[in-house]
């Protein structure tokens, strides 16, 4: 889930190239509708931090409402400041964020780090 339409892409093409089944969107919102009919198939969301309509961690919160075991896992990724985020934002602590990963962010990174939540 990114608003940029070329990120969304590149996620999506890579990750189905490494075997995953994904749904990708660019709306928060669409997403969200997604997730609540089909929220047992789903174990990572990926995410972007900074969206119109909903934040990413507005999203999770909502998808946390469902998913109150944690059993999702979820990365936000972010050219915001890393620290920023996680020193002060306390939504962040409390949603178990699983992983924050930065802007502009490799594909080997984002592989590597999709293979350890969910393998």
Request: charged share 25%; aromatic share 10%.
């Amino acid at each position: 889930m990114d608003d940029a339409k070329d990120t969304v892409y590149t996620f999506d093409i890579y990750l189905k190239s490494l075997g995953y089944s994904t749904i990708s969107f660019v709306n928060p919102v669409e997403a969200l509708n997604y997730f609540n009919k089909n929220f047992t198939n789903c174990i990572l969301i990926i995410t972007d931090y900074v969206m119109p309509h909903m934040s990413g961690l507005d999203l999770i919160q909502k998808i946390r409402e469902t998913d109150r075991n944690y059993k999702i896992k979820t990365i936000v990724i972010s050219a915001t400041v890393k620290n920023n985020i996680i020193n002060y934002n306390d939504k962040f602590l409390n949603l178990k964020i699983d992983k924050f990963l930065e802007k502009p962010l490799p594909l080997e990174e984002l592989k590597n780090e999709v293979k350890k939540l969910i393998n």
